[in-house]
């Protein structure tokens, strides 16, 4: 994990973004995901830069992953 944005958009409502960094067969990406809609899945305050995570991806296109889902979290308690 690299970081955790919260983005303030328009008419009051936010957007919580997980950005992070993985390496699949020597190749470097960098990504992030929207977690608003897993509020209630995620504490944003217990991520940190460096902490271990794991992550799915598409095998036949690296660069699509995620870190946590309605029923999978890759983040470390």
């Known amino acids: ?3 955790v944005n919260e ?6 409502s ?5 950005v992070y960094q993985y ?5 470097s990406y960098e ?5 608003t809609s ?8 217990s991520c940190r830069s460096g902490l271990m995570t794991s992550i799915k991806y598409d095998p036949s296109n690296p660069g699509n ?3 946590i889902a309605e029923n999978w979290s890759g983040l470390r308690q």
């Open 38 to 45: 897993l509020r209630h899945r995620v504490d944003l305050h």
């Open 7 to 12: 983005l303030n958009l328009q008419a009051g």
């Open 23 to 27: 390496d699949v067969a020597g190749v």
């Open 65 to 67: 992953s995620i870190v």
């Open 31 to 35: 990504a992030s995901q929207d977690v």
């Open 14 to 18: 936010e957007m919580q973004l997980l």
């Open 1 to 3: 994990m690299i970081d």
